[in-house]
């Protein structure tokens, strides 16, 4: 998640939320399939727990982006996705959207789910998570001390490893929802919500002719406290609020406690799509002392919390594509 920005930028982008906003009807009625029920109980803490392990490992050196621990990470991500069965949607049947920044050459990682009704091919569903962190650490992008490696295993090895663990679970579906779905692994977050937003102006070939419909945003999901998740964006979309808590209590187990905040601050990837005006939706567990420190380590992650955040998504995403 990027830095927070000033009272000036908030108040901003909060007026420019209701500028955008679109109608957008969200279905009344929640109901899930024994496959999609069978596919999100295969989202497991312990295994989004290896991912966060690996991509907050001191060999990634902060996953900076246009670096070579950005690169690795990237290639991580690829090696764990490409398996699953997705349609390869970056450049060149790859799955690498590559873009260049003053900062080096950056890539998003962009997997498709072509969904099962031709009738909504060109309604696209995208749900994504930025990979990127802070590296080493400077005065723009760190609360300090600078110069040592800033992990980011909340901010948001957390938010990939819950979208690796989504991408399972919808691999393991015998039939894919009618609308397709792209999985997208943002890049250059941290220095300015880069990747999402060259998606939204260069959109690669494999998606070309889809509108987007609707995308939720993962982001620093790995400390979730007295079971309450941060959902941003229901004002986006009409009857959002409304299909969140509808499926959060459908979901089964404990119901985690929402708190919908309408806030709209350019500080992750969902302030892309909301500007495009595009009906977005983020999960966010909230900062804590770590944030963009050092000390934002793998062991302080809260694996049984990151569990049904992801499954809420997933069953979300499940909600709008089918």
């Known amino acids: 998640m990027e830095m927070p920005r000033n009272v000036f930028a908030r108040l901003a982008s909060g007026l420019l939320l209701l500028v955008t906003a679109v109608l957008f009807v969200i279905p009344r009625e929640a109901a899930f399939s024994a496959e999609a029920l069978r596919g999100r109980a295969g989202i497991l803490g312990r295994d989004a727990g290896g991912h966060v392990q690996a991509l907050a490992d001191d060999a990634f050196e902060g996953r900076e982006?246009?670096?070579?621990?950005?690169?690795?990470a990237g290639r991580y991500v690829e090696q764990v996705i490409a398996p699953l069965g997705f349609v390869a949607a970056g450049d060149n049947g790859s799955f690498f959207q590559s873009f260049a920044s003053r900062h080096g050459s950056l890539r998003n990682i962009l997997a498709l789910l072509p969904g099962a009704d031709p009738?909504?091919?060109d309604e696209l569903v995208v749900v994504g998570a930025h990979y990127d962190h802070v590296g080493y650490g400077n005065q723009r992008n760190s609360y300090g001390p600078f110069g040592f490696v800033h992990n980011g295993a909340d901010d948001n090895a957390s938010g990939?490893?819950?979208l690796i663990e989504i991408a399972a679970a919808l691999a393991s579906l015998p039939?894919?929802?009618?609308?397709?779905?792209?999985?997208a692994f943002w890049d250059g977050e941290e220095q300015g919500l880069l990747g999402s937003k060259h998606f939204l102006r260069s959109r690669p070939a494999s998606i070309e002719g889809k509108t987007i419909v609707f995308s939720i945003?993962?982001?620093?999901?790995?400390?979730?406290r007295q079971q309450t998740v941060s959902v941003y964006g229901t004002r986006s979309a009409v009857g959002l609020e409304e299909l969140v808590t509808r499926t959060n209590c459908l979901s089964g187990g404990t119901a985690l406690q929402l708190a919908f905040d309408w806030k709209v601050e350019p500080d992750s990837d969902h302030y892309s799509f909301l500007q495009a005006g595009i009906p977005t939706l983020m999960f966010h567990t909230g900062l804590h002392n770590d944030y963009h420190r050092p000390s934002d380590d793998a062991h302080l992650v809260n694996l049984d919390g990151l569990e049904p955040v992801a499954r809420l998504t997933v069953d979300t995403l499940l909600q709008v594509a089918d």
Do not use: F, K, S, Y
């Open 65 to 72: 982006a246009g670096r070579r621990g950005g690169w690795a």
């Open 119 to 121: 009738a909504c091919q």
């Open 160 to 162: 990939v490893a819950g």
């Open 175 to 183: 039939q894919p929802p009618r609308r397709p779905i792209l999985l």
């Open 217 to 224: 945003n993962l982001d620093m999901i790995g400390r979730l």
